[in-house]
């Protein structure tokens, strides 16, 4: 048993599978490790049949990171105990990564098949990455984008996150809730995200505290005082009440009107107070609840709605007419509990500028080949319109896009499906942007990437350019993500290069 391995962050390079290093093997053996290789990360499909929200760019160019300043002695001291070959173990433990990370930024909204981070590398190089990518990128992507649905649905009423001890381990519980953030919450419980990220922790109270005063009214009554007389001078001076350990109605929201009187909470009161339900008829008990605070003149009181929730809860509750101030959503984000593989893939596409290929029974699979790069385009009113995957070299869509000329926009499948956007009747955006040249990361734009608070409002300007159809919940309006004609054309060049072999 080896625990110092786990404990260092060279571990998180090689969380990787067995035949990543198999094949890198062979690739040394066969004097194949300075070919440069394009791989794309990318997503297939949504929940939704919407969109994706980006996040996970920083925790990758931090691995890479990562990967070049370990010492090739630590990098040796890993690869023994792993591997057998001596001259693999020997050429990783020299590796650095010189190769060059393309990337939408977090924050950002895709849509399938839209490269989200290109590697563009020496093979052996982009090979091992291909796991831990995979592994950060799916479980960012998956909780940034269920964020994004719940938050949705609960507009305008604004969402914490409180998933942290439902969330899979410790990486999950921090960077999840950062995700989470990213895709529109309000808020966060986790003092480790705190910490890393500077974005304040929220939360309430639980029951065992108030158990731990005894058990029935009185003991409750006097939790509350005590929680109030002791936060009210706090920094984090929040004093919500949980009121459901008991009886909501006819002792918790009256225990907590009592205390608030008792301690002179009002509606002059600097902080937020209120109180949270975590269990029953949340839409019948929030009613009650506001109505007994308005008749006691405390109408600045809020009320938090927890028990879990998600977007479909969300909006059966205000369907009802709940009266909610503020949710707290748990699991249903943290783990992005009705679809928690997010299913993106690492596919190579290019080797030595020769482009390559997958092909499948299964269409969705098929990959599109090329390194290729990324536009959104929006039309007079400012809304995203569709997005053009082109290639990076020679592209005739592309130089028609950044000279504002005459551009046909086509269903790749359907010929017939194709709009016409006509000289300067639109705008557009390049999504895909460099942060690693040649090994050397750009330090402004990766620094940027840790301001989640700057992330996040990249979200919202993102989303407020989608047009309301495409942000349903449910059937969205489809948006167009579109091939370059040049593109297409070299996808069914190989296509019918191999079928006609």
């Known amino acids: 048993m080896n625990n110092d391995f786990i404990l260092t962050e060279f571990a998180r390079v090689i969380n990787s599978d067995r035949y990543q290093y198999t094949e890198s093997d062979i690739f040394l053996m066969?004097?194949?490790?300075?070919?440069?290789?394009?791989?794309?990360?990318?997503?297939?499909?949504?929940?939704?049949?919407?969109f994706a929200v980006v996040s996970g760019v920083q925790e990758v160019i931090h691995l890479i990171e990562v990967l070049n300043t370990t010492s090739e002695e630590e990098k040796k001291k890993y690869f023994s105990k792993i591997l057998e070959e001596e001259h693999l173990i020997?050429?990783?433990?020299?590796?650095?990564?010189?190769?060059?990370?393309y990337a939408i930024q977090d924050g950002e909204i895709v849509y399938p098949n839209e490269p989200?981070?290109?590697?563009?590398?020496?093979?052996?190089?982009?090979?091992?990455?291909?796991?831990?990518?995979?592994?950060?990128?799916?479980?960012n992507m998956a909780i940034s984008t269920k964020a994004s649905m719940v938050t949705r649905a609960a507009?305008?009423?604004?969402?914490?996150?409180?998933?942290?001890?439902?969330?899979?381990g410790f990486d999950s519980a921090v960077e999840g809730n950062k995700a989470a953030i990213i895709g529109g919450c309000y808020g966060h419980s986790n003092l480790v995200t705190e910490y890393k990220y500077g974005i304040p922790s929220n939360g309430t109270m639980s029951h065992s505290y108030i158990q731990a005063f005894g058990v029935g009214a009185e003991a409750e009554k006097e939790a509350f005082v005590t929680f109030i007389k002791h936060r009210r001078q706090r920094k984090n001076n929040s004093l919500i009440l949980l009121v459901d350990t008991y009886d909501t109605i006819h002792i918790g929201i009256e225990n907590a009107i009592k205390a608030f009187k008792e301690c002179g909470i009002n509606d002059s009161y600097e902080g937020v107070y209120g109180v949270r339900l975590d269990s029953g008829d949340l839409a019948y008990q929030s009613k009650k609840c506001r109505k007994r605070f308005d008749e006691e003149g405390f109408t600045k009181a809020k009320i938090t709605l927890t028990n879990s929730l998600d977007e479909q809860l969300i909006r059966s509750l205000r369907e009802?007419?709940?009266?909610?101030?503020?949710?707290?959503?748990?699991d249903a984000i943290a783990v992005s509990k009705s679809y928690p593989c997010f299913g993106g893939v690492y596919k190579i596409v290019e080797l030595d500028e020769e482009p390559l290929i997958k092909i499948s029974g299964d269409v969705i699979k098929i990959?599109?080949?090329?390194?290729?790069?990324?536009?959104?385009?929006?039309?007079?009113?400012?809304?995203?319109?569709?997005?053009?995957?082109s290639l990076v070299k020679n592209d005739s869509d592309k130089e028609k896009?950044?000279?504002?000329d005459e551009l046909m926009i086509r269903d790749e499948k359907y010929e017939f499906k194709n709009s016409i956007l006509k000289k300067d009747e639109y705008t557009y955006k390049k999504l895909t942007k460099i942060y690693i040249k040649d090994g050397i990361i750009d330090r402004t734009s990766y620094e940027d990437l840790f301001d989640i608070t700057k992330s996040q409002k990249h979200y919202f300007d993102s989303l407020a350019k989608i047009s309301p159809e495409r942000k349903r919940l449910e059937n969205p309006?489809?948006?167009?993500?579109d091939l370059s004609s040049d593109l297409i054309n070299l996808k069914y060049s190989l296509i019918n290069k191999i079928k006609n072999v």
């Open 30 to 50: 066969e004097n194949m490790q300075n070919k440069v290789a394009v791989f794309d990360m990318f997503f297939r499909k949504t929940e939704d049949g919407g």
């Open 90 to 101: 020997n050429f990783l433990s020299k590796m650095k990564f010189t190769g060059d990370l």
């Open 116 to 139: 989200v981070i290109t590697i563009k590398a020496p093979l052996i190089q982009a090979k091992i990455l291909e796991t831990p990518i995979l592994n950060i990128m799916n479980m």
């Open 155 to 168: 507009e305008p009423i604004k969402v914490l996150a409180f998933g942290s001890r439902r969330a899979h």
């Open 320 to 330: 009802q007419g709940a009266c909610v101030d503020m949710y707290g959503v748990g």
């Open 367 to 389: 990959s599109n080949p090329g390194f290729k790069e990324v536009y959104r385009i929006f039309d007079k009113e400012g809304f995203a319109y569709a997005d053009l995957i």
């Open 401 to 404: 896009l950044l000279n504002n």
């Open 477 to 481: 309006h489809s948006y167009k993500v």
